[in-house]
T-cell receptor
Framework: KAGVTQTPRYLIKTRGQQVTLSCSPISGHRSVSWYQQTPGQGLQFLFEYFSETQRNKGNFPGRFSGRQFSNSRSEMNVSTLELGDSALYLC???????????FGPGTRLLVL | DQQVKQNSPSLSVQEGRISILNCDYTNSMFDYFLWYKKYPAEGPTFLISISSIKDKNEDGRFTVFLNKSAKHLSLHIVPSQPGDSAVYFCAASVDSGNTPLVFGKGTRLSVIA
């Protein structure tokens, strides 16, 4: 069974731009969660989607948004990028709830 | 306020010896706990979990112990191998996984040959 895939793996953007990251969950998994990992803060929860609906949301500004498609694939978007948005963005999928999540390799975003 | 704390940023252990990674939590509503391992340039990999109805769970070389009264859990790796060198994250959730996982900041384990 293929694992969680994320594209692109690396991205360089400048301040003020926007970015869209993509995540394909493990086949059959319906829950997709997004995390931001920075050196000082560890993994911080962004949001979770289940059956195309946002089910949980972390404490991030409205510049961070996401969506999920009918095939469970998910995208997250960050608008008006700031230097502090430079991080590794991780996507994780699970069957239904968030009990055991399986992570993708992440997208490393650098904002200049 | 950090609800899940891993107070040791790093740990070095000799190959063949026991590695003990610790995690403390403050939210008494947490009832499900997990450990993940992360290599550089990869996403975290699920290692082992434990429900609050148990105090120990074992999977091969990995054992997780839960002390609910102390709000403390630990991961034991016996024997430690060089391939275990990675960052280990402790995570917890409320309602058996129906709420988002809360992660600690991780402990970097180095197993020295």
């Amino acid at each position: 069974k293929a694992g969680v895939t994320q594209t692109p793996r690396y991205l360089i953007k400048t301040r003020g731009q926007q970015v869209t990251l993509s995540c394909s969950p493990i086949s059959g998994h319906r829950s997709v969660s997004w995390y931001q990992q920075t050196p000082g803060q560890g993994l911080q929860f962004l949001f979770e989607y289940f059956s195309e609906t946002q089910r949980n949301k972390g404490n991030f500004p409205g510049r961070f948004s996401g969506r999920q498609f009918s095939n469970s694939r998910s995208e997250m978007n960050v608008s008006t990028l700031e230097l502090g948005d430079s991080a590794l963005y991780l996507c994780a999928s699970s069957l239904a709830n968030q009990e055991t999540q399986y992570f993708g390799p992440g997208t490393r975003l650098l904002v200049l | 306020d950090q609800q899940v704390k891993q107070n040791s940023p790093s740990l070095s252990v000799q190959e063949g010896r026991i590695s003990i990674l610790n995690c403390d939590y403050t939210n008494s509503m947490f009832d499900y706990f997990l450990w993940y391992k992360k290599y550089p340039a990869e996403g975290p990999t699920f290692l082992i979990s434990i429900s609050s109805i148990k105090d120990k769970n074992e999977d091969g070389r990995f054992t997780v112990f839960l002390n609910k009264s102390a709000k403390h859990l630990s991961l034991h790796i016996v024997p430690s191998q060089p391939g275990d060198s990675a960052v280990y994250f402790c995570a917890a959730s409320v309602d058996s996984g129906n709420t988002p996982l809360v992660f600690g900041k991780g402990t970097r384990l180095s197993v020295i040959a």
